[in-house]
């Protein structure tokens, strides 16, 4: 099933790369709570809610964010009691003016055919949705009827707009479009045009484009401040280096969005140990216009530390085949391992930087290979002189 906002679809998923398969896989820590979950929903519960009837002077938004089964009963019911209402309304009038009494033929009633409540409430579902079936009508006998007849097509006409508007928007949610905007189910850490980043993918399956598209990430934290107040969900926005280098992306293909640790970013104090002990969080939203219905859509997902792959990348999933680009998405989450360092950024600069540890990777393959060599050459030796 194709979860909302965030993880791949069951039908995506592959057998991971011989290079996954030995990665450590690591549980979340009991009682830990994550602020968005994978699928976008925000893990935050209001309560103590005083002024309940703010809710109420918006109520064509607080209709639309109810559940199906509840907007369904509301559709029903606002239909069913304004017709109860009016059918009561009606037989009132023939009680009244003596309709519910058989006269002689010269007598004029208010509503002809009305002789019981079963035939007045079925006059007030003819006058409501204008269905007429011509056994009952009005007279010009009583005034009163004239006017109830006029308000009870203006209140059924406003029960129809708000009832099939907020139906009609709730069908066209934009959040229904961004179940197929996917995000990779890890994000990854490693070296990147010679810089440490964190990096994720982003994906969208349908043909039809989302323009405009955006992606903001933040970190959450426990953090205090330098007068000791503790801001337990403390968001530190995240400068990202997108693909096409402005704020939007076109979102054609899967894309990577790369965030370059730095000084400026929350994470240039974070190592790969650090990401197991700390309590981080790092949100992404992808936000857009889609084509199709000109409405704004969000996407939303997030990454702990345990779902933070430090010291790997994400594999190629676009090839050319006959003439066209063809996207794979059974590799959309497959990554590889890649040499990192496993130090955070700060301490990487404080060593040198990315060309130091190049360097010394390379050292000791080097002193291999001689070691090899250096054998060979001692094993040609023994060989001569037997």
């Keep these: 099933m194709l979860s909302r906002k965030g993880l791949i679809p069951e039908d995506y998923l592959l057998t991971r790369l011989a290079e996954d398969v030995l990665q450590p896989k690591f549980k979340a820590k009991a009682g830990k709570a994550r602020f968005v979950a994978k699928n976008g929903t925000c893990n935050v519960a209001h309560t103590n809610i005083r002024e309940q009837g703010r809710f109420l002077q918006d109520v064509f938004t607080t209709l639309v964010d109810l559940k199906w089964l509840h907007t369904l009963i509301i559709f029903t019911m606002s239909f069913l009691c304004s017709w109860l209402l009016f059918g009561m309304i009606w037989w009132l009038v023939a009680f009244a003016h003596g309709d519910l009494d058989r006269r002689g033929d010269d007598f004029v009633p208010c509503v002809t055919d009305i002789n019981s409540f079963s035939s007045a409430f079925l006059f007030s579902i003819e006058v409501q949705v204008t269905i007429g079936f011509g056994g009952r009508m009005i007279t010009e006998e009583c005034v009163s009827a004239i006017i109830i007849l006029i308000v009870q097509n203006i209140v059924g006409l406003v029960i129809n707009a708000i009832m099939l508007g907020c139906i009609f928007m709730k069908t066209a949610q934009a959040n229904r479009r961004a179940e197929t905007l996917i995000f990779s189910k890890h994000a990854v850490v ?105 409405i704004t859509t969000q996407a939303r997902t997030s990454y702990v530390g345990e779902e933070i792959l430090w010291g790997q990348r994400f594999v190629p999933t676009v090839s050319e085949e006959d003439g066209m680009y063809a996207v794979d998405y059974s590799k959309f989450g497959n990554t590889v391992k890649v040499p990192t360092p496993y130090c955070s950024a700060k301490k990487l600069d404080e060593f040198g930087g990315i060309a130091l540890f190049k360097v010394n990777e390379g050292a000791p393959q080097r002193a291999s290979v001689r070691r090899r060599r250096g054998g060979a050459v001692t094993r040609k030796s023994k060989v001569e002189s037997h």
């Design 190 to 294: 490693s070296i990147r045009n010679n810089k440490l980043c964190f990096m994720i993918r982003i994906g969208d399956l349908r043909k039809s484009m989302i323009i405009s598209a955006t992606v903001r990430m933040q970190v959450v934290k426990r953090t205090t401040t330098e007068e000791g107040e503790v801001v337990p969900l403390d968001q530190i926005d995240i400068h990202m280096d997108n693909p096409v280098g402005t704020n939007g992306v076109f979102l054609v293909s899967p894309l990577i969005i790369c965030h370059v640790i730095d000084k400026t970013s929350p994470l240039y104090e974070v190592s790969a140990s650090d990401l197991l002990n700390e309590d981080i969080e790092v949100i992404v939203v992808l936000e857009g216009v889609v084509e199709t219905t000109g």
